[in-house]
Nanobody, 128 residues
Framework: QVQLVESGGGLVQAGGSLRLSCVAS????????MGWFRQAPGKEREEREF???????????FYADSVKGRFTISSDMAKNTVYLQMNSLNPEDTGDYYC??????????????????WGQGTQVTVSS
């Protein structure tokens, strides 16, 4: 089992930036990819939206079309940490952001079913 702890959320004005962090502990050796998903206000867990993902060893990145060019995912394996740099934020980016850990499997890194472990989430609010 992998334990994940997110941090870095907050309130920011439109056009601003935030950097989210996710620290992993436990059985991280089984991790294939780490991803960020967001859950908009009023949405259920099953409606979490893919934001970005990165393979743990190869560093291949994946992004939702809505964040390409604005968000950057990166990792520091020595610190077991994944980051999500979010620039040019807009109100549609508001939500709870969750970090997930995915072992190798049949689901690609964009699909929430790929992820076995989730953090508790960090809230991001973008005001207009």
């Amino acid at each position: 089992q992998v334990q994940l702890v997110e941090s870095g959320g907050g309130l920011v004005q439109a056009g601003g930036s935030l950097r989210l962090s996710c620290v992993a502990s436990g059985r991280t050796a089984s991790t294939f990819a780490m991803g960020w998903f967001r859950q908009a206000p009023g949405k259920e867990r099953e409606e979490r939206e893919f934001v970005a993902a990165i393979t743990w060893t190869g560093g291949t990145t994946f992004y939702a079309d809505s964040v390409k060019g604005r968000f950057t995912i990166s990792s520091d394996m020595a610190k077991n940490t994944v980051y999500l740099q979010m620039n040019s934020l807009n109100p549609e980016d508001t939500g709870d952001y969750y970090c997930g850990s995915a072992p190798a499997g049949i689901w690609g890194p964009r699909h929430p079913r790929a992820y076995r472990s989730w953090g508790q989430g960090t809230q991001v609010t973008v005001s207009s």
